[in-house]
T-cell receptor, first 114, second 113 residues
Framework: AQSVAQPEDQVNVAEGNPLTVKCTYS??????LFWYVQYPNRGLQFLLK??????LVKGSYGFEAEFNKSQTSFHLKKPSALVSDSALYFCAVRDYNQGGKLIFGQGTELSVKP | DVKVTQSSRYLVKRTGEKVFLECVQDMDHENMFWYRQDPGLGLRLIYF???????EKGDIPEGYSVSREKKERFSLILESASTNQTSMYLCASSSGQGNSPLHFGNGTRLTVT
């Protein structure tokens, strides 16, 4: 079965430092991977996706993600964190064996301190 | 911009009540989804629909049903609400094209007492 894991419940970063939010996946076939962000009391917002091609994907708000097939990872990164990046981040994989639905990880709480 | 609107932001219901959660999208999307979000569990799919009047069970359909009579509207129904259905409910939609992302509403926080 397809699955996604986010090994860290929480990530703490100082403002201005680089940040990484980790995601690993398990799929049969080609992975279609997504990152979403959720601010307090809001729904999820799409950040970026990997379908095929360049392993480094650029998305909204200065975020990027690196696809690594050998390590089955899709880590979210940003060179310089902002306090306003503090939110809940979800990694997801599209499961075409089950009608194309998205399977989400459990989420990682990112806290950026001034 | 795609807009997915969930009719209620907060809802408090009693055990045994029939509960309707409404979701409307304005982008003529074919696909619509209902997820519930619980701390530490991420998002779990309840039901989804790829077309009017069709529905498919997700991972946790027990205790829920859905209705999609019009393309833009997807309703989640709790036939007899129970306390373990207290949760955040998120509706989402996407186009039927390839790997288009899901667009989410702001969620309905349901408390069943």
């Amino acid at each position: 079965a397809q699955s996604v894991a986010q090994p860290e419940d929480q990530v703490n970063v100082a403002e201005g430092n680089p940040l990484t939010v980790k995601c690993t996946y398990s799929v049969s076939g080609n992975p279609y991977l997504f990152w979403y962000v959720q601010y307090p009391n809001r729904g999820l917002q799409f950040l970026l996706k990997y379908i095929t091609g360049d392993n480094l994907v650029k998305g909204s708000y200065g975020f990027e993600a690196e696809f690594n097939k050998s390590q089955t990872s899709f880590h979210l990164k940003k060179p310089s964190a902002l306090v306003s990046d503090s939110a809940l981040y979800f990694c997801a994989v599209r499961d075409y064996n089950q009608g194309g639905k998205l399977i989400f990880g459990q989420g990682t709480e990112l806290s950026v301190k001034p | 911009d795609v807009k997915v609107t969930q009719s209620s932001r907060y809802l408090v219901k009693r055990t045994g009540e029939k509960v309707f959660l409404e979701c409307v999208q304005d982008m003529d999307h074919e696909n619509m989804f209902w997820y519930r979000q619980d701390p530490g569990l991420g998002l779990r799919l309840i039901y989804f629909s790829y077309d009017v009047k069709m529905k498919e069970k997700g991972d946790i359909p027990e205790g829920y049903s859905v209705s999609r009579e019009k393309k833009e509207r997807f309703s989640l129904i709790l036939e007899s609400a129970s306390t373990n259905q207290t949760s955040m409910y998120l509706c989402a939609s996407s186009s039927g094209q390839g790997n288009s992302p899901l667009h989410f509403g702001n969620g309905t926080r349901l408390t069943v007492t």
